[in-house]
């Protein structure tokens, strides 16, 4: 086996054992991304020597009897992660060449945990998309099939992981941004609960909704990832003061006696049949490991893609007030005026779909609307919590499809922002709620595209999501696809 084949359980035990050293791990993983990059476009910035360096110091801790978590592991971070000293660019031109001056609390985790950061990965441009084609930056490409779309907004963070240029990356999901681009890449993504993970240095897109979250090729990843990105920081006033479990505890064989709900309006017309079809197998084989399948509702499902659309464009508008050209980042030159600046560096380097959510977002706070629109909204979103607080008096964990379809073309629905919205139904009510969701990898249609199957729980429930998902890998057991790169 390649290096960089290997998840970070694996390579921590060769590493463990004196077989594999950080350094020839990560030199692996920089090698890998030499030859599929041309193919897959993930990274944004690749910081080589940078790492080659953090690999060595991580052998050196470890000889010295000081490997933290993740220990010599090469990972790739979505560009809206603050990394100190490391270009940022959000996607989008108006960040081009700007240099974080700290590290978001996430990234000083998983240094402090020994973590090797070889890059910054594609995305749309602040995270608003679906399909990462919003990017200032180079389209990543799904690695299963050439010219289809890998997802987004963290596109770029799925495709490294998929396309084996490191074990695991940390993204966004504001409103299915992880759980969407795992889904269509085949590996396992998980959003957190709201307040679990802290947002300090995560770029805003929209605060109320904004979580870091993990993507990996196992559901143990994923778990170990968890372990070292969760807690409480008082950087952040909403991050919530609750007790970090030992994530590795729950994943363990069987499931007897787990409530596995079944939402109905998950399952509607629209439905791609090979997807149904995947997640359908994926409830049985649940319910062979024990599971019990139960029938839920979620009522007000049809009116999440409504209520987000004007939440998260409201909150947009006001988040990116702050690129205007004054303090950081790109600035329009030669204009006459203060406003005449704002205006030309804002018109240049925001692209169109930045600027529809601005109009939109900006409209719907204005005086006058604001009562129609966000406070109505807000009040759908409490709406959408309760059906998902009835639905957990019933099971213990939902189950459903993450995405109506599996990838599509490249540039299918570059000009219908509308089709795209839509596409986001089943992932957008898991952040309006607060509530941790999963993507876990279900099966392949007929054309080799991956499936996951999306799973959601409680607030803080996110064992609970682990032990299932886990449980769901085993029963699968999944034969590996064949990568197109
Ligand atoms: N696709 C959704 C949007 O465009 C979600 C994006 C995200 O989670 N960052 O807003």
Redesign the pocket.
Known sequence: MNPYEMTIVEALSNMEEGKLSSVELTRSCLDRIDSVEKDVSAFITIDEAGAMEQAAKADSDRKGGKAGKLCGIPLSVKDLINTKGLKMTCGSKILENFIPPYDATVISKIKNEGAVILGKVAM?EF????TSENCAYGVPVNPWKKGYVAG???GGSAVSVASLECAASLG???????R?PASLCGIVGMKPTYGRVSRYGLTA??SS??QVGPFSRSVEDCSRMMGVISGYDKMDSTSVKEDVPDFNRALTPGIEGMKVGVPREYFAEGLDPQVESIVRNSIEVLKDRGAQVVDVSLPHTEYCVAA??LI?PSEASSNLARYDGALYGFRKPDADTLVEMYQNTRSEGFGA?VKRRILIGTYALSSGYYDAYYKKASQVRTLILDDFKKAFEACDVLISPVTPTPAWKLGENRDNPLA??MS?IL??SA?LAGIPGMSVPGGFTSEGLPVGVQLQGGHFQEETLLKTGFNLEQGLNLEPGKLAI
Do not use: P, V
Not at 127 to 130: A, D, I, R
Not at 172 to 178: K, L, Q, V
């Open positions: 749309d995270g608003m998309g679906s987004g907004s963290s966004s999901d504001t409103g299915g941004s992880i969407q897109f929209a909704l904004d987000y659309y998260a779909e795209l919205y986001d992932t957008l952040n």
